[in-house]
């Protein structure tokens, strides 16, 4: 059966990673390439790679990072940030990478992602869509890192995701960056019902309980964090880590009804 | 040694990567002249199905590979589309395959769209249900998958591994001296490592 997937997400901010806080508060965690190798070593399931300053201040894609990461990696890597065209897109993947995560372009442009998907096949185009929570139970959707606003519904732009092709849809809440406080079930729960497409959620995650509770409650099978498996103890000192597979197996026993390996 | 096609798709690096960590020699292979060089291939391919036909038909490789197939016998292992190309057609594309192994590719269709969602995305366990010594120690492993198509090949014979979502299709061909995964065994950890190793011992 298909495993639920337990994900980092790393953030490059001025060639280092960082781990924020609601997007904001930068804090320095290391080498990006000294990341991946540790990750390797941990054999985690997929890995996402997002250059925050890329879309928020227009460069393009840093190709020579993310080659790096690439020639690295030694399990399926999805990049995003700064790409706003179909050839960026495509030359990304020839880079190496499995799958090209597009925020704001998509949501200024959702023609890119029928694009992207036309010449690149639906199953390398993630769409990672920015949240705030609003007044009565609405969610808007923000871009250029947070920093916009755009008065998009999440709800009504999903569909136009979904239509225009999207092979994977992460959701990452803005209130529960670096947080650690669990993630907002509900709202992934509605996330899972109204999509056809992967879904990977992000935000919030503060302990492995919280990525078992995302899977068994909502059925999400992509469990993406930050904070946790940058950070170790209550004083957050900075130590990458990531569940084992003995680990892993007991979180989703009560899913996959089986002994995984 | 082994030839790593590169016709402008695909993760030609991270199989170089694993190469060099099993001490395997491979080269990466761009010109029709170096393809006498090595004694095996793999096919590698991220993408849609016109667009990396398109690609690999027109670039310089193309022929020579064909010939070393083909008449030299020379094995040959696709992955993702590099597989799905060795089929005679796709749902997904007008472009004739390469009809290397006879069978179609087809969609994925999910009856339930929202429990079983598509793309089929992730790890999942496949079964071995031919003794291929591609599988040699694999019998109980997990691959990454990610894709909306699959190979049915004509002949079942074909097909050398199963795995299941939306239901049991094929995600392993082999016949004669070609071979095709689905999944990527060059991001599948140490499962991924073993079927690499083992299709250099072919």
């Keep these: 059966m298909l495993l639920p997937r337990v994900i980092p997400c790393l953030l490059v901010h001025e060639k280092g990673l960082v781990k924020s806080i609601k997007f904001k508060d930068y804090k320095y965690i290391g080498d990006p390439i000294n990341a991946v190798r540790i990750f390797n070593e941990k054999k985690v399931d997929e890995l996402i790679v997002l250059d925050i300053d890329a879309s928020a201040t227009n460069l393009e894609p840093d190709m020579k990072m993310i080659k790096n990461l690439a020639d690295e990696c030694r399990m399926p890597l999805c990049y995003g940030g700064g790409i706003k065209t179909v050839s960026q897109a495509g030359r990304i993947i020839n880079l190496g990478v499995e799958k090209v995560a597009i ?60 239509e225009k092709g999207a092979g994977e849809i992460v959701i990452n809440s803005i ?3 670096g947080m650690m406080n669990g993630y907002d079930i509900k709202l992934a729960k509605s996330v899972y019902d109204a999509i056809s497409i992967p879904l990977i959620f992000l935000g919030g995650c503060g302990s492995q309980d919280d990525i078992k509770k995302l899977v068994e409650e909502t059925g999400t099978i992509g469990a993406a964090a930050g904070s946790l498996f940058v950070f170790k103890g209550p004083h957050k000192a900075v130590l990458i880590n990531y569940p084992n597979r003995e680990d892993k197996e007991k979180l989703f026993k009560n899913i996959t009804g089986e002994t995984i390996l | 040694m082994i030839g790593i ?6 993760n030609i690096q991270a199989i170089v990567t694993v190469y060099k960590r099993l001490n395997i020699d491979c080269k990466v292979i761009t010109q029709a002249h170096q393809c006498k060089e090595a004694d095996k291939y793999i096919l590698p391919g991220v993408g849609s199905f016109d667009y990396g036909m398109k690609r690999f038909r027109s670039s310089d490789v193309f022929y020579a590979l064909e010939e070393a197939v083909i008449q030299g016998k020379k094995p040959i292992l696709g992955i993702c589309l590099g597989m799905q190309m060795l089929a005679d057609s796709s749902e997904e594309g007008l472009e004739n395959g390469l009809g290397w192994i006879p069978g179609r590719v087809l969609k994925l269709v999910s009856n339930d769209p929202i429990k079983v969602k598509l793309p089929h995305m992730g790890w999942n366990n496949i079964s071995p249900i031919k003794d291929n010594h591609l599988f040699k120690g694999l019998n109980s492993s997990y691959f990454y998958f990610v894709h909306s198509y699959y190979f049915e090949p004509n002949d079942t014979a074909n097909s050398i591994a199963t795995t299941n979502y939306t239901k049991e299709f094929t995600c392993a061909v082999n016949r004669e001296n070609i071979y095709g995964v689905q999944f990527h065994p060059e991001k599948s950890h140490e499962f991924g490592m073993m079927l690499l190793k083992n299709y250099s011992e072919i």
């Design chain 1, 103 to 162: 925020s704001s372009a998509a949501v200024e442009n959702p023609d890119l992602i029928s694009q992207i998907s036309k010449e690149l096949g639906s199953q390398s185009v993630i769409v990672v869509l920015d949240i705030k929570k609003k007044l009565l139970g609405r969610y808007e959707i923000y871009i250029h890192n947070g920093k916009k606003s755009t008065g998009l519904d999440l709800f009504s732009y999903l569909k136009v995701v979904v």
């Design chain 2, 5 to 10: 096609i590169n016709y402008g798709l695909g």
């Design chain 1, 175 to 177: 209130d529960n960056d």
